[in-house]
């Protein structure tokens, strides 16, 4: 995302320190000034142990208004889930630090295992957004969906 002359990137990241626990993930924020030459900041957001998003979170949308950020990222509480992430949001004030908001996800699909993931948000110059998602179907299969808000 370019905003203020700055480029910014959340990275979604895999600690290595257990091979076989490779599927958990973090999202790490990085900075530049053109694009090319990154500044790496840390993690921005991590799992919460005990709760939905535990084994990891990705962040998928980023939104901007009134000096607040709302992160959109997708979920999971076990490995078993992989694939089927949730989504959540996250809130703060600086891009270097997201909390996670509430205790469920926001939005999952009704139908078979809940996946409803990589959700994104365009801005649409006559006002509103289009949102776009995939979602797990009633036969278990994902589909790219979309929305007009």
């Known amino acids: 995302m370019y905003r203020d002359g700055t480029w910014h990137l959340w990275a979604s990241c895999h600690p290595l320190e257990n091979p076989a626990?490779?599927?958990q993930m973090v999202t790490d924020h990085a900075t530049s000034p053109d694009g090319w030459n990154w500044t790496w900041h840390g993690t921005a957001l991590a799992?919460?142990?005990g709760q939905w998003d535990?084994?990891?979170?990705r962040i998928s949308a980023v939104r901007f208004a009134a000096g607040a950020i709302t992160a959109y990222y997708d979920g999971r509480a076990t490995a078993a889930e992989n694939y089927e992430e949730r989504t959540g949001v996250a809130v703060g004030t600086e891009p270097t630090v997201l909390t996670p908001w509430g205790t469920a996800?926001?939005?999952q699909s009704p139908y078979a295992s809940g996946g409803l993931r990589y959700l994104d948000v365009l801005e649409l110059s006559g006002g509103g957004c289009r949102?776009?998602?995939e979602m797990a179907r009633p036969d278990g299969a994902h589909e790219l969906r979309t929305?007009?808000?």
């Open 21 to 23: 626990e490779t599927d």
């Open 131 to 133: 949102l776009y998602y």
């Open 105 to 107: 996800p926001l939005v």
């Open 47 to 49: 799992g919460r142990p």
């Open 54 to 57: 535990a084994r990891g979170v």
């Open 147 to 149: 929305e007009l808000l």
